[in-house]
């Protein structure tokens, strides 16, 4: 269990910083969340600060309703989401939820984003869905239009949300930062050949 914690965090940190590197965020906007095996809790990130500065020192752990159960700061308001997400699918082990331009004008404009990278086309052969939630945060009623994209779609590995950004799953939080990645870039070429 420990070491699964350790391994947990060192994920945690390494995605968050890579995140925050890519541009993917901006301000203490974004968020990430590794689920912690065995048990109903997550690490996430405290609210008001950026992905570039989560450390051992204010990472923290919620349980799947997005209360704190460790740390000394509280949890981002879209904790939420993430928690949902672990309850529903037990294949998905971290969520990155980030806010890049590209992803957002493309979210603002379509309804579903079309393949057109060949590394897209390797995470998954279906358009990435788009969800069109009009609240300011994700709340339940939020969560029941990404889940029935789950529903609709079976087990996707990212989606976009309008006015707001993208979300991506995997077993490891570099992983989803990854798949966060080509999402972005998927959405800029995306863009570039539509507008
Ligand atoms: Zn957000």
């Known amino acids: 269990m420990y070491l699964d914690f350790l391994k947990g965090k060192n994920d945690y940190i ?3 910083a890579r995140a925050h590197q890519a ?4 301000g ?8 912690l095996q065995g048990e109903e809790l ?14 051992e020192t204010n990472l923290i752990l919620a349980d799947f309703e997005g209360r704190l159960v460790e740390g000394d700061m509280k949890p981002t308001k879209e904790t939420l989401l993430h928690g949902e997400l672990y309850k ?3 294949h998905i082990g971290a969520v990155v939820h980030v806010h ?3 992803s957002i004008i493309v979210a603002n404009v379509f309804d579903e984003m079309g393949l057109v990278t060949k590394q897209m086309k390797q995470v998954m052969d279906i358009p990435v ?3 069109k939630i009009k609240n300011n945060t994700i709340n339940r009623e939020g969560m029941d239009m990404i889940h029935s994209i789950f529903v609709k779609n079976g087990d996707v590995p990212c989606f976009l949300l309008e006015e707001h950004g993208l979300v991506a799953v995997g ?9 966060a990645e080509l999402v972005e870039e998927n959405a800029k070429v995306f863009w570039e050949m539509h507008r």
Do not use: F, Q
């Not at 997550?42 to 570039?52: F, Q």
């Not at 077993?171 to 798949?179: G, H």
């Open 129 to 131: 869905p788009v969800c």
């Open 100 to 102: 890049p331009i590209y």
């Open 23 to 26: 541009g993917l965020a901006a």
């Open 171 to 179: 077993k490891t939080a570099l992983e989803a930062c990854y798949i």
């Open 42 to 55: 997550m690490l996430v990130k405290p609210s008001g600060i950026t992905l570039g500065e989560v450390d």
């Open 88 to 90: 529903r699918y037990p």
């Open 28 to 35: 203490t906007g974004g968020n990430l969340s590794v689920r």
């Open 14 to 16: 390494r995605a968050s």
